[in-house]
C-alpha cells in the first residue's frame, strides 16, 4: 500500500477554473486571414491595398498560454492510448451537490468524448433523494452505506433519479456541446435485478443479475454518451433500488470497459478515515479486502471497494476512486500520469 500526503496543488497540471484555452480567444490574438472571411464573418479588406507592410514582429505567447498547450501535448499519448476505448463514470454523492461543479465535470466528460474516447455516465444522486424524501416527511435510513427502501422511498427514488437527475445530466451534456441518451436499467432491459439477500432489511434494494449492454453500443457508436440511472425491474416488473456504484462496476465490466472511474467526495479510500492526508495512491483486492475486513473502510466506501473489485475481476484494466470536488480530477486521472486518487488493481 503506498501513502501520501493531501494533494499539493502543484500537482494540478490543468488551470482550476477552466481546462481548455479559452474558446473565445483574445481578439488581439486573431491574425487576419490571408483571403475571406474574418472569425467575425466580415470581408477583410487587404491590408496591402490600404497601407505599406509594417516591419514583421514575432508575436510571443505568455507564460500561461504556453502552460496551457503544455498541458495539451502531454495529453497527447494518453488521447492515443485511451481513444476509441470505453470509460465508465460513476458520479454521484456528495460531489453532485453543486450546480457549478456539476457542469465542470460534465464538461470534462464532454472533452473526453470529444479527443475520442468514449464516456458512458452512471450517476447516482443520494443527496438528491434525501431532499425529495424529507418533502414527503421520509426520513432517510442506510445500512452500511444502502438505502432502506420502503414502497414509498422507492417511487421517490425512481421520480427523483429517472426523472430529474438523469434528465438533468443529459441536458448539462447538451449544453456542453455533446449529445446524450438518458436511461434507466429498466430500458431494452439494460440491468435486471433481484432483491438484495438483505432484503428483510433493506426493502427494494437489489442487486444485479444481469446486464444487457445491446442497447449501449448504438448509443455509444453513434457518438452520443449513454447517461444512467440505476433503477432496475425483476422478472415481474418490480422496480429495484440499486446502488450507483455497483451498478457501475457491472455495467463496466459487460461492456469490456478499460476504465472504471468512480467519483466521490474524498480524496480517494483514506488509510485513516479521520485523516485526509492518509491517501492510499494504490492498492492490490487482497490489500482492499483486508481494509474492509479490519473495519477501515466502510459506510458508502464499501459498495465502492466492493464494485471495483467486482469490476477488475471481470476485465475491467483499472477502476479508481477519485474526489470529484476537485476540479478536473477526471481529466488529470485519464490524461496525465500523475493519477488524483486511489486506484485499485487486479
Ligand atoms: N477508508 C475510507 N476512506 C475514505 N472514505 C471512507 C472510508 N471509510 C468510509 N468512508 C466514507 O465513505 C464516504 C464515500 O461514500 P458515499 O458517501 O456513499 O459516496 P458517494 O455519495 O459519492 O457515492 C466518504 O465520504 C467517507 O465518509
Ligand atoms: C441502494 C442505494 O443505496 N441506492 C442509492 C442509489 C443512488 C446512489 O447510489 O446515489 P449516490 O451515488 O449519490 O450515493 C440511493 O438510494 O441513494
Redesign the pocket.
Given at each position: 500500500m503506498m501513502l501520501t500526503k493531501p494533494h499539493p496543488s502543484s500537482r494540478l497540471l490543468l488551470p482550476t477554473t477552466t481546462a481548455l484555452p479559452n474558446p473565445s480567444p483574445n481578439p488581439s490574438r486573431v491574425t487576419p486571414l490571408a483571403s475571406g472571411r474574418g472569425r467575425r464573418g466580415h470581408h477583410r479588406v487587404c491590408a496591402s491595398s490600404v497601407a505599406p507592410a509594417q516591419p514583421a514582429s514575432v508575436a510571443q505567447p505568455t507564460a500561461p498560454a504556453l502552460s496551457r498547450v503544455d498541458v495539451l501535448s502531454e495529453a497527447l499519448p494518453f488521447i492515443q492510448r485511451f481513444r476509441g476505448k470505453t470509460v465508465v463514470v460513476?458520479?454521484?454523492?456528495?460531489?453532485?451537490k453543486s450546480p457549478e461543479l456539476q457542469s465542470s465535470v460534465i464538461r470534462d466528460l464532454v472533452l473526453l468524448s470529444c479527443v475520442g474516447l468514449r464516456p458512458v455516465l452512471v450517476?447516482?444522486?443520494?443527496?438528491?433523494?434525501?431532499s425529495w424524501l424529507g418533502r414527503v416527511g421520509v426520513e432517510?435510513q442506510?445500512r452500511n452505506?444502502?438505502?432502506v427502501?420502503d414502497a414509498l422511498?422507492m417511487e421517490v427514488?425512481e421520480m427523483v433519479?429517472v426523472g430529474k437527475v438523469n434528465k438533468q445530466l443529459v441536458s448539462l451534456i447538451s449544453v456542453a456541446g455533446a449529445t446524450a441518451v438518458g436511461l434507466c436499467g429498466k430500458d431494452a432491459r439494460l440491468l435486471t435485478a433481484r432483491p438484495?439477500p438483505d432484503a428483510a432489511a433493506?426493502g427494494f434494494?437489489?442487486e444485479v443479475t444481469r446486464v444487457n449492454p445491446s442497447v449501449l453500443r448504438p448509443i455509444i457508436e453513434s457518438g452520443h454518451i449513454p447517461v444512467i440511472a440505476?433503477?432496475a425491474a425483476d422478472e415481474t416488473g418490480q422496480a429495484y433500488?440499486?446502488?450507483?456504484?455497483?451498478?457501475a462496476g457491472e455495467i463496466a465490466a459487460a461492456l469490456g470497459a478499460e476504465k472504471l472511474l468512480l467519483l466521490?467526495d474524498v480524496s480517494g479510500i483514506l488509510a485513516d478515515r479521520n485523516d485526509p492526508g492518509s491517501l492510499v495512491k494504490e492498492i492490490d483486492i487482497a490489500g482492499v479486502r483486508q481494509m474492509v475486513a479490519d473495519g477501515k473502510v466502510g459506510g458508502?466506501m464499501i459498495?465502492k471497494v466492493e464494485c471495483c473489485v467486482r469490476a477488475l475481476a471481470q476485465g475491467v484494466h483499472t477502476a479508481s476512486i477519485i474526489d470529484g470536488r476537485v476540479p478536473h480530477s477526471l481529466l488529470l486521472e485519464i490524461l496525465t500520469d500523475e493519477g488524483t486518487g486511489t486506484m485499485i488493481t487486479g
Open positions: 460513476k458520479y454521484g454523492g456528495a460531489a453532485m450517476h447516482g444522486g443520494g443527496p438528491e433523494i434525501n432517510p442506510f452505506g444502502l438505502r427502501t422511498t427514488v433519479l438484495s433493506l434494494v437489489g440505476t433503477v433500488n440499486i446502488n450507483a456504484d455497483t451498478a466521490t458508502g459498495p
